[in-house]
Nanobody, 126 residues
Framework: QVQVVESGGGLVQAGGSLRLSCAAS????????VGWFRQAPGQEREFVAA????????AYATSVKGRFTISRDNTESTVILQMNSLKPEDTAVYYC???????????????????WGQGTQVTVSS
């Protein structure tokens, strides 16, 4: 099993940047695909980005491609979501999630993830 904890959220003006961190516990973090999802009030939780267990494969939602970058450091058991050129529509609670993936693939479907953090609020003002 793995536990994940998000940090780094906050309030930022449109056009600004934030760096979210997902810290994982457990000795087998490198076996897990990790994804970021977000949920705005009244909306469903949606996929943002994911990274394979080696870090070699990434995937992004169309709405964030070119602005967000996901990366991981398995030695530190950490996944980073660097968010640039933020827009008001990026405002949401951001969640980190993990799933043990022997294939080394990325997953974009939230129903495939087994372990979730509590979330961190990101607010982008116009």
């Amino acid at each position: 099993q793995v536990q994940v904890v998000e940090s780094g959220g906050g309030l930022v003006q449109a056009g600004g940047s934030l760096r979210l961190s997902c810290a994982a516990s457990g000795r087998t973090f490198s076996r897990y695909t990790v994804g970021w999802f977000r949920q705005a009030p009244g909306q469903e939780r949606e996929f943002v980005a994911a990274v394979s267990r080696s870090g070699g494969v990434t995937a992004y939602a169309t709405s964030v491609k070119g602005r967000f970058t996901i990366s991981r450091d398995n030695t530190e058991s950490t996944v980073i979501l660097q968010m640039n050129s933020l827009k008001p529509e990026d405002t949401a609670v951001y969640y980190c999630a993990a799933v043990n993936d022997y294939r080394g693939a990325v997953r974009t479907n939230r129903d495939e993830y087994d372990y979730w953090g509590q979330g961190t609020q990101v607010t982008v003002s116009s």
